[in-house]
């Protein structure tokens, strides 16, 4: 006992003195070093002295991302961090390239579309490997698709992505064909015929997407359970290869340059360093001394660094909106929820609590996205701003909203957003609504992502926060959930003019694409004139970006950012 | 050392008074009057008191000090720093209205252009410099720091937020004693449930004993095994998160430290004579409980309670922080902090404040509860 | 004694079990559904994959399965992370935790004691307030705010150590400071408290009137007098380590457990959720029983077999 005493306390001597050497060492390291000298890589020089990067021209980027990477398993992502990591290291039949346009990958060219635009014919380049060795073939992209659509793998994108695209696909996904029915065939090792449902006309862009991915069948199959579960359990076929990806043990991998990619002379970049940082504040201070080449910012960075040449917004036709669920009898008022929709003061919100270049939104389909066929305009030019800010008109509505109903109070839960500026976003939206439209009380319940995404899908809310990606280029993407009978369509909207509107583009107007366009104009106009939704903002993103770091290209949807011509010129 | 004579004459037997012999020469002090005494002697514990009783009166009052309402927005009013009238020449306080950031380049005039950046101005109308050191040229020789006068920019000379005001613009000052408020609320209720639950499970677990107490005791063994944080993490995720979720996710396990206290000392005193003269004089079970065991262990449970408030207010702010706090516009000191936490490197101010608040609440408490245990320990009486 | 630790076994394979059924139970009663996206599948897709998750099962039998899988150390599967076993999940985040936690408990101790210890024996002298001003530091300020000071000042303005990650001794010291401030000041507080009152007894006032040396009263008899409390602190410490990590880990991206269950709370992937918790509960209810055993070796007065009081 007497022993035990005297060792605690020899320990804890020790233990001080090891500590207080430890500190003393690396301060004088710092001391020479000194401070932001930008590109230094301090303290991790031991370890991992790998992860260099301050060397001229040494191809090496350090990143971070605020979340694991969920799955590698390409039927099975769902979202844009999982895209992006497939997207980097994975070669589907096109990529996207700078200017958002489909660029050939493992298909040699453009497609060949038969007259009614259902049967597409495509020659794959015959240099294109996996990384164990084996050609990228035909049946690679057949075992993929029907893989996806299978209800046995359970994806939900499979079906999201392919059901009226791919001949058969809604009915194998029902469980009603055979999976060997899917409209897509290997004519031969390089070549693909794939038959539509119907003559969509976005296939080009949609061939660009995660889940369009082949998989090679001798790989996945000898996996079986562990397939992607762990860098070890993937090959790819793309730019880069994955490296010390276990989403079990680790928060951080690697992605190299794959010296097998068929395009590899083109890859510039030797390694791609990632970590996950969830605080802001760490990824400012990591960007800071210089261990990473860019960091995403929030509101509050933002007016540290607006002024930098490091600063760099990227915007996207990323929507923000207030979903009203009309099951609420106040809120199937339209006036109710025209009031709602204009009581916002959406300029002051961008400015001020956003302040990250994004721009006001008055319309259910972002500016940059598409154009029209003929014309070239683009589709918020057509058809301008259709739900702005009026206090004094949302007043107006209010009250006779209000008489209609028969009321003077009204009170509505409002389920929170998620991003990271929820908490204040959700207040100004309470704030704003309730000192506008009289007689109002919001109660704001803010609740995490998946959360809501349950909520959501349980029609469980009055008033939502929510927003919406692209998954391709078309404004089909946006106003599809909107309908009726969209699985989307969670806030008990309906309107016979508007489903038909939209039936008729997805339908007979496939083949009149000048026509069909209008049809999608003329639904946002129904769509906005019933205030089915308030729009809010069209996100733009905040960036600390190095300087030196040039190419990477932004993409509208998949993954968020392509490397494959990135490069690093010091 | 002179020995002097004492004259036998000056001893007088005193005279032999009855009454006085029953009289009791020093004030007849009650176990509260004499804690309260040895509690004044104790320094600390009276700064305690004195911390917590000012925080509770500007809880009740702070926000009502001005005009501005604890959800009053004004976006043209963004995050302000903080100024207060008449402390405004003393600089270092930095309660004057200004941001300040310090920047090295290899010239002053570089580094000012930087501060320019920062403030996003284009001239020095509103920036005021202090030259830290000239530069010669090589890189980050030059230091300047550069103040910039918000109020002043923002045409908004006659304002005063004493502690600032948040991105949308709400006074700080107003938010701090209002979420102060809050958080003392939940961990008032918290601690108050927690005393009525554990005070009578364990009252009742201690004084009847046997087989009612075996059964007692594995209940809360099995709950203290629970840990609290897992508990209250699945109730928030039941219920929705707000003031009620918090006080139920900490009650719910939090109640069996002071059963566990209640019944050793209830375990104690049953024994002793006065409360077998009163089970002989025909008192109830309740009544005992009541009357004679509680109020003999109610200075343990004093102490109990005011350890248990700062730890309430402490992981409310925990949750916050994990995003398991209240709900927006309401406000608390856990979820002030962790607001400010977000902008703690550009805009310190609206952190410090309700930080400052929250740790003189947290050494209030504490010393204030070490000084009670020390004055209500039997142990210490003179 | 044996019996006393068997017993006390026992008791805990009872908590761990009703924790486990609760969990489970309250997993099934939350609303929405495990399976992501629900909507967005078609009935088939569904129907494989409840079968494929026994979630077609009735539930007392969902619950018998759940409780065979667990004897046998099998959590089920991840649901956000396609197809990743929690046990593996959980084995390979926990020795980062329990390193950190380790680290920080010792550094917090040994320096919390040394700090009490100086404080009582110069009882009243610039030491001792200095210690009580730490102490006081480390009880009333967040730890998260501790953590983001020290990573700015010490990280970025000063440059000494690391900013973030876990690659090496250097990375785990901010963190470990950290963790360790608030059971730092809680021993600090508590030996300093209890060192006074034992100087002060009888005991060793004849101690010192034998003629035993300064440093023989203050740990033969002192400290280990003084120590007993501070094992009954030992228990809120562990909890604090745990919430500790929660907070630490996410600040400084630490790939522990804490940081793990974080997400999953945000993402409500029931199987992690449970799978954590219920180690959550075993590592707390081990901290307990250690303490109990640890009091009858450091006080012998307390006896086990009759520490039932």
Redesign the interface.
């Given at each position: 006992?007497?022993k035990a005493?005297?060792l605690?306390?020899a320990?804890?001597l020790l233990?001080?003195v090891f500590?207080a050497a430890?500190?003393g060492g690396?301060?004088s390291e710092?001391d020479s070093?000194?401070?932001d000298t930008g590109s230094t890589e301090?303290?991790?020089d031991?370890?991992?002295s790998e992860e260099g990067g301050e060397a001229s021209g040494e191809q090496v980027l350090n990143l971070l991302d605020t979340?694991?990477i969920?799955?590698m398993?390409s039927s099975?992502a769902?979202d844009a961090v999982a895209f992006q990591y497939l997207g980097s290291t994975m070669e589907g039949l096109y990529r996207l390239g700078e200017n958002a346009e489909p660029v050939p990958g493992i298909a040699e060219g453009e497609p060949e579309v038969s007259e009614d635009g259902l049967t597409w014919n495509i020659k794959l380049r015959e240099d294109a490997v996996w990384s164990n060795g084996d050609p990228v073939t035909a049946h690679d992209f057949v075992f993929a698709w029907r893989r996806a659509i299978d209800?046995?793998t359970?994806?939900?994108y499979g079906?999201?992505m392919m059901n009226d695209v791919l001949k058969n696909a809604t009915a194998i996904?029902?469980?009603?064909k055979d999976v060997e029915e899917l409209g897509v065939e290997a004519v031969s090792d390089y070549e693909l015929k794939i038959t539509l449902e119907k003559a969509v006309p976005y296939f080009h862009s949609l061939l660009t997407f995660g889940t369009y991915l082949p998989l090679n069948e001798d790989f996945v199959t000898e996996q079986g359970?562990d397939y992607?579960?762990t860098s070890d359990n993937l090959i790819y076929n793309g730019p880069f290869t994955l490296e010390d990806w276990?989403?079990?043990?680790?928060?951080?991998w690697t992605m190299k340059k794959n010296p097998d990619y068929w395009d590899a002379e083109t890859v510039q970049l030797e390694e791609i360093n990632v970590?996950?940082?969830?605080?802001t504040?760490?990824a400012v201070?990591?960007y800071?001394?210089g261990?990473t080449d860019r960091a995403s910012l929030t509101a509050e960075f933002v007016e540290q660094y607006a002024g930098t040449e490091d600063y760099r917004t990227m915007p996207e036709p990323t929507l923000f909106y207030l979903k009203m669920n009309q099951a609420n009898e106040y809120l199937k008022n339209q006036n109710i929820r025209k009031a709602i929709a204009m009581a916002i003061n959406k300029q002051d919100m961008v400015d001020v609590i956003l302040a990250n270049g994004s721009i006001v939104a008055n319309g259910a389909v972002p500016v940059d996205f598409t154009t029209h066929p003929e014309s070239g305009e683009d589709f918020r030019d057509i058809n301008g701003d259709l739900l702005t800010t009026d206090k004094e008109k949302a007043k107006e509505l209010w009250q006779k909203g209000l008489d209609e109903l028969g009321v003077d109070s009204i009170e509505l839960g409002y389920l929170g957003g998620d991003t990271e500026t929820a908490t204040e976003m959700d207040a100004y939206i309470k704030n704003q609504l309730e000192d506008t439209l009289e007689g109002l009380t919001v109660n704001i319940s803010s609740v995490?992502?998946?959360?809501r995404?349950?909520?959501d899908?349980?029609s469980?809310y009055d008033i939502q926060n929510s927003g919406w990606g692209p998954d391709y280029l078309d404004p089909s993407t946006w106003l599809n959930m909107w309908t009726s009978d969209s699985?989307?369509m969670?806030m008990n909207y309906n309107n016979e003019e508007y489903d038909k509107l939209i039936k008729e583009a997805n339908n007979e107007l496939l083949t009149d694409l000048p026509a069909r366009y209008d049809n999608f104009l003329e639904a946002e106009k129904v769509l906005m004139d019933d205030a089915a939704i308030a729009p809010l903002y069209q996100r733009s993103r905040a960036y600390l970006w190095r300087p030196s770091v040039k190419g990477v290209i932004f993409q509208p949807m998949g993954a968020d950012f392509s490397y494959k011509w990135a490069y690093i010129e010091e | 050392m002179d020995k002097e004579k004492l004259n036998k004459d000056l001893f007088v037997p005193a005279k032999p008074d009855e009454n006085e012999s029953e009289q009791i020469q020093r004030p007849n002090l009650t176990y509260w009057q004499d804690a309260w005494r040895r509690l004044k002697t104790n320094k600390g514990a009276i700064f305690g008191l004195v911390v917590i009783v000012l925080i509770g009166i500007m809880s009740i009052i702070g926000p009502h000090f001005n005009e501005d309402g604890v959800d009053d927005q004004d976006l043209g009013l963004s995050k302000l720093p903080p100024r207060v009238q008449g402390l405004e020449s003393i600089q270092w306080l930095r309660l004057d209205g200004t941001k300040t950031e310090t920047y090295e380049a290899a010239s002053v005039e570089a580094a000012k252009e930087r501060i320019r950046q920062r403030f996003t101005q284009t001239d020095d109308e509103f920036i005021t410099y202090d030259v830290k050191r000239e530069g010669d040229g090589s890189k980050d020789s030059a230091k300047v720091a550069g103040f910039y006068h918000v109020y002043e920019a923002k045409g908004l000379q006659d304002e005063y937020f004493w502690f600032g005001t948040d991105t949308l613009g709400r006074d700080l000052f107003t938010r701090t004693w209002y979420g102060t408020r809050i958080s003392l609320l939940i961990a008032f209720v918290a601690a108050a449930i927690d005393m009525l639950i554990g005070v009578a499970y364990g009252g009742i677990s201690g004084y009847f004993g046997g087989r009612t107490d075996n059964v007692m005791q594995?209940i809360i063994?099995?709950l203290?095994?629970?840990?609290?944080?897992?508990v209250v993490?699945?109730m928030i995720?039941?219920l929705d998160p707000g003031i009620i979720a918090i006080i139920i996710a900490l009650t719910i396990t939090g109640w069996t430290g002071m059963a566990r206290i209640v019944r050793?000392q209830v375990?104690k005193l049953k024994g002793q004579e006065f409360v077998l003269a009163s089970r002989t004089l025909g008192s109830s079970h309740p009544r005992i409980l009541s009357k004679h065991l509680i109020p003999n262990t109610l200075g343990m449970i004093i102490v109990n309670t005011m350890f248990t408030i700062?730890n309430a207010i402490?992981?409310e702010?925990?949750l916050s922080?994990?995003?398991?706090g209240l709900q927006p516009p309401d406000a608390s000191l856990g979820t002030l902090?962790n607001d400010g936490?977000k902008a703690?490197?550009i805009n310190p101010h609206i952190?410090i404040f309700p930080?400052i608040v929250?740790?003189?609440i947290?050494?209030g408490f504490?010393?204030l509860a070490?000084g009670l245990r020390d004055a209500l320990d039997p142990k210490m009486r003179e | 004694m044996v019996r006393y630790i068997l017993q006390r076994l026992g008791?805990?394979l009872?908590?761990?079990f009703?924790?486990a059924t609760f969990?489970f139970f309250?997993m099934k009663?939350?609303?929405?559904?495990p399976m992501?996206?629900?909507?967005?599948?078609?009935?088939?897709?569904l129907?494989?994959?409840y079968e494929?998750y026994n979630l077609d099962d009735p539930v007392p039998v969902q619950y018998i399965n759940y409780l065979g899988n667990l004897a046998q150390g099998d959590l089920g599967v991840s649901f956000?992370?396609?197809?990743?076993?929690v046990t593996?999940?959980l084995?390979?985040?926990i020795p980062v935790s329990a390193h950190l936690g380790f680290q920080a408990m010792?550094?917090g101790t040994?320096?919390g004691?040394?700090l009490g210890l100086v404080a009582a024996v110069r009882n009243n002298s610039w030491i001792d307030y200095t210690s009580n001003v730490i102490s006081?530091?480390g009880?009333?300020?967040?730890s998260?705010?501790f953590a983001?000071?020290l990573?700015?000042f010490v990280?970025?303005?000063?440059?000494?150590?690391?900013?973030?990650?876990w690659?090496?001794?250097?990375?785990t010291?901010m963190p470990t400071i950290a963790l360790a401030i608030f059971p730092l000041a809680i021993a600090a507080r508590f030996l300093r408290?209890e060192m006074i009152e034992v100087l002060g007894s009888d005991y060793i006032v004849t101690a010192r009137a034998k003629g035993v040396t300064k440093g023989g009263i203050m740990?033969?008899h002192g400290?280990?007098n003084a120590?007993i409390p501070l094992v009954t602190v030992m228990g809120p410490m562990a909890?604090s380590l745990?919430?500790g990590t929660?907070?630490i880990e996410?600040?400084?991206?630490?790939?522990g457990i804490g940081?793990q269950f974080?997400?999953s709370?945000?993402?409500?992937?029931f199987p992690v959720?449970m799978g954590t918790?219920l180690f959550?509960?075993f590592f707390?209810?081990l901290i307990?029983l250690v303490i109990d055993i640890l009091y009858g070796?450091i006080d012998p007065r307390i006896r086990l077999a009759g520490g039932k009081?």
């Open positions: 006992m007497r005493n005297w605690l306390l320990m804890a233990l001080s500590l430890c500190s690396s301060s710092g070093s000194g401070e301090e303290g991790t031991e370890g991992t979340s694991q969920p799955t398993d099975l769902t209800p046995d359970g994806s939900e079906p999201f996904n029902n469980g009603e359970d992607a579960l276990d989403p079990k043990a680790n928060e951080s970590d996950v940082v969830k605080e504040s760490t201070n990591l800071e001394t261990e995490p992502f998946e959360e995404l349950a909520r899908e349980a469980d699985p989307y969670t | 594995r063994e099995i203290v095994g629970i840990p609290n944080l897992v993490i699945l995720m039941i050793g375990l700062p402490f992981f702010a925990f922080f994990i995003g398991l902090i936490f703690l490197q952190m930080a929250i740790s003189l947290m050494i504490n010393i070490d | 008791y805990m009872l908590t761990l009703l924790i969990s309250l009663m939350l609303p929405g559904s992501k996206a629900e909507q967005k599948l078609s009935e088939a897709q129907e494989i994959l494929k956000q992370m396609n197809n990743q076993p593996a999940l084995a390979s985040r010792i550094l040994i320096l004691m040394l006081v530091i009880i009333s300020i967040p998260f705010i983001g000071l990573q700015y990280g970025v303005k000063l440059g000494l150590l690391p900013i973030a990650f690659e090496g001794f250097q990375h010291i408290t740990f033969k400290l280990r120590l909890v745990m919430t929660l907070v996410q600040i400084f991206s630490i790939p940081e974080v997400t709370v945000t993402t409500n992937d959720i918790t959550f509960a707390f209810i307990i070796i009081d």
